[in-house]
């Protein structure tokens, strides 16, 4: 029911930004937290940055001090900025969040399709 849709990825030189949005439509649900994920080709996928409803973030740490994730609840949207990106940066990023829906008791994990992000040296 609802859709997740990942924006801004891209081509990037070591060092640019890019800013990658994702928001959710439908109807019948809130939103709980919301996340990015990534994978590179060979590796396991790993959460990149969280936020949850009231605000609170965390990185991994590779990612600390370089991106920021935010979230606009009004609009259903969550945005990573990344900063002084580096090749190895380059992956598939996903789009995640905890989706509540008013007819179910229980939330479920909702994904975006992914959005390539690579970043050239």
């Known amino acids: 029911q609802v859709r997740l849709v990942e924006s801004g990825g891209g081509l990037v030189q070591a060092g640019g930004s890019l800013r990658l949005s994702c928001a959710a439509s439908?109807?019948?649900?809130?939103?709980?937290?919301m996340g990015w994920y990534r994978q590179a080709p060979g590796k396991q996928r790993e959460l990149v940055a969280h936020?949850?409803?009231?605000?609170?973030?965390n990185y991994v740490d590779s990612a600390k001090g370089r991106f920021t994730i935010s979230r606009d609840n009004a609009k259903n949207t969550v945005y990573l900025q990344m900063n002084s990106l580096k090749p190895e940066d380059t992956a598939v990023y996903y789009c995640?969040?905890?989706?509540?829906?008013?007819?179910?008791?229980?939330?479920?994990?909702?994904w975006g399709q992914g959005t390539q992000v690579t970043v050239s040296s």
């Open positions: 936020i949850t409803s009231g605000g609170s973030t």
């Open positions: 439908g109807s019948g649900f809130s939103i709980n937290a």
């Open positions: 995640n969040a905890q989706v509540h829906y008013y007819s179910d008791y229980v939330p479920v994990l909702s």
